[in-house]
């Protein structure tokens, strides 16, 4: 079965960077993007980030855009969101997404907080 797991949350200061994980499994990694979203208290699922199957396009938030970088690798199977010059708005729990024979994945997040 598809599976999404999400590593590497933690606590941050303010302008700091972090980086996190997506660990995949259960499907042809080769053959799908991969999307992260994230989710502040209180507010909606919001999209962050998506890479094409073989990493060739990559879209961003407006939030993110310049900040946040996505990378995939194939050959383990893991996703990547590179988050520098983080701030207050970017506290959420972040999720990875695939979209697999019109199914939605998703990971069990994990959290992000940018403290001062």
């Known amino acids: 079965q598809v599976q999404l797991v999400e590593s590497g949350g933690g606590l941050v200061q303010f302008g700091g960077s972090l980086s996190l994980s997506c660990a995949a499994s259960g499907f042809t990694f080769t053959d799908y993007g991969i999307s992260w979203y994230r989710q502040a208290p209180g507010k909606e699922r919001e999209f962050v980030a998506y890479i094409t199957r073989r990493s060739n396009s990559k879209s961003y938030g407006a939030s993110v855009e310049g900040r946040f970088t996505i990378s995939k690798d194939n050959a383990k199977n893991t996703a990547y969101l590179q988050m520098n010059s983080l701030n207050f708005d970017d506290t959420a729990i972040y999720y990875c997404?695939?979209?697999?024979?019109?199914?939605?994945?998703w990971g069990q997040g994990t959290q992000v907080t940018v403290s001062s």
């Open positions: 997404n695939v979209l697999v024979d019109d199914k939605d994945y």
